[in-house]
């Protein structure tokens, strides 16, 4: 399996701030990255794929990049209806897997 | 706009078999990757496994032994059998679409997903 650990699994910050969230493969995964946002209760949602691609809909706010084995999502200027779990997602293997989220709060 | 839906039993016994189908509304099953993925209450999210439209099943192998997906692509849907199932089974289950991206055909990502239903193991 490959494994994704994302870090920090949780964090505080503020509106207006930037967050900044890791993931690392265990092994090299290329540009097969994606990321998703989950708000309670609801489904995930697709923010961001190949590593850096905005899925439509999605502010320029969030960006990624990365490559290999680490990878980082980005929220320029963090609003309030950004407060979510952020998970990434590997599909360069036929086992797809998930990291273990990251939990953004209000500080 | 493509929507999915899950149904099938909240409350599964053990030992039971959990049994769930997808339909897909707004857009066709064909030529696209169907998943199951699951959230163990306040956890995060396993993927169970695909199927291609043509049939072809892909299983995650820690429950390759329990798991069967299947589609119906004259109803345009897609099922899940999991069987034998414990209390660890006890998640909240979500159908997904898989696609690839006209730049980077292998680069799959999980596009459209199902609101969830929750399936509770407990006798």
């Known amino acids: 399996d490959i494994q994704m650990t994302q870090s920090p699994s949780s964090l505080s910050a503020s509106v207006g701030d930037r967050v900044t969230i890791t993931c690392r493969a265990s092994?090299?995964?290329?540009?097969?990255l994606n990321w998703y946002q989950q708000k309670p209760g609801k489904a995930p949602k697709l923010l961001i794929y190949v590593v850096s691609t905005l899925q439509s809909g999605v502010p320029s706010r969030f960006s990624g990049s990365g490559s290999g084995t680490d990878f980082t999502l980005t929220i320029s200027s963090l609003q309030p209806e950004d407060f979510a779990t952020y998970y990434c997602q590997q599909s360069y293997s036929t086992l797809r897997t998930f990291g273990q989220g990251t939990k953004v709060e209000i500080k | 706009q493509v929507q999915l839906q899950e149904s099938g039993p909240g409350l599964v016994k053990p030992s039971e078999t959990l049994s769930l189908t997808c339909t897909v509304s707004?857009?066709?099953?064909?030529?696209?990757?169907w998943s199951w993925i699951r959230q163990p209450p306040g956890k995060g999210l396993e993927w169970i496994g695909y199927i291609y439209y043509s049939g072809s099943t892909n299983y995650n192998p820690s429950l390759k032994s329990r798991v069967t997906i299947s589609v119906d692509t004259s109803k345009n849907q897609f099922s899940l059998k999991l069987t034998s199932v414990t209390a660890a089974d006890t998640a909240l289950y979500y159908c997904?679409?898989?696609?690839?991206?006209?730049?980077?055909?292998?680069?799959?990502?999980?596009?459209?997903w199902g609101q969830g239903t929750l399936v509770t193991v407990s006798s």
């Open positions: 707004g857009g066709s099953i064909s030529s696209y990757y």
């Open positions: 092994q090299s995964i290329s540009t097969y």
């Open positions: 997904a679409r898989e696609v690839g991206r006209e730049n980077y055909p292998t680069h799959y990502s999980f596009d459209y």
